[in-house]
């Protein structure tokens, strides 16, 4: 059973640009969180979707949208980036969010900006 | 804030000793609760979880412990192998009154653990 794939896994953007991140999620899987992983702040949560709905959302600014399609499919986006936004960004998936379920996370996509 | 709590950023042990990992956290909400193992510049690797209606769970060399009265659980490696070397994060999952977490996991800072040979 394929694990949670992230693409690209590497990328460098220059300030005031915007990023888009993929994420396809473990076969089955309906949930699909996002999180930020820096040095100073750890790994924090950024959104939930389930069934193309956004259904949880983190304390970041709204420079930091994400959607779901239909297959389940991720895709985070972060316009205007800031020297701030370079990080490991996470994706995980599980069945459908229910508490109890294990989340399962993908090997991430390193940002780094300049 | 920080709900979800490890204090220890670094535990060094022996080789076929014992490695005990503690978190602690301060959300009465939190009911879901798993560890992750993780090497830098990878995702974090699922190990072991417990739900909060159970004080022990065991997975092989892991068991996690949860004392809800304290809000503290712990991670027991036995016996500890170089290959356990990485860092664990203690992460956290709140319930709403329908039972969904919406997947939202809430992490501690992280325990950076070397078994040397």
């Known amino acids: 059973k394929a694990g949670v794939t992230q693409t690209p896994r590497y990328l460098i953007k220059t300030r005031g640009q915007q990023v888009t991140l993929s994420c396809s999620p473990i076969?089955?899987?309906?949930?699909v969180s996002w999180y930020q992983q820096t040095p100073g702040q750890g790994l924090q949560f950024l959104f939930e979707y389930f069934s193309e709905t956004q259904r949880n959302k983190g304390n970041f600014p709204g420079r930091f949208s994400g959607r779901q399609f239909s297959n389940s499919r991720s895709e985070m986006n972060v316009s205007t980036l800031e020297l701030g936004d370079s990080a490991l960004y996470l994706c995980?998936?599980?069945?459908?969010?229910?508490?109890?379920?294990?989340?399962?996370f993908g090997e991430g996509s390193w940002l780094t900006v300049v | 804030d920080q709900q979800v709590k490890q204090n220890s950023p670094s535990l060094s042990v022996q080789e076929g000793r014992i490695s005990i990992l503690n978190c602690d956290y301060t959300?009465?909400?939190?009911?879901?609760f798993l560890w992750y193992k993780k090497y830098p510049a990878e995702g974090p690797t699922f190990l072991i979880s417990i739900s909060s209606i159970k004080d022990k769970n065991e997975d092989g060399r892991f068991t996690v412990f949860l004392n809800k009265s304290a809000k503290h659980l712990s991670l027991h490696i036995v016996p500890s192998q170089p290959g356990d070397s990485a860092v664990y994060f203690c992460a956290a999952s709140p319930t709403n009154a329908g039972g969904t977490s919406y997947g939202k996991l809430t992490f501690g800072q992280g325990t950076i653990l070397t078994v040397h040979p």
């Open positions: 995980a998936s599980n069945t459908d969010g229910r508490s109890g379920n294990t989340i399962y």
């Open positions: 959300n009465s909400m939190f009911d879901y």
């Open positions: 076969s089955g899987h309906r949930s």
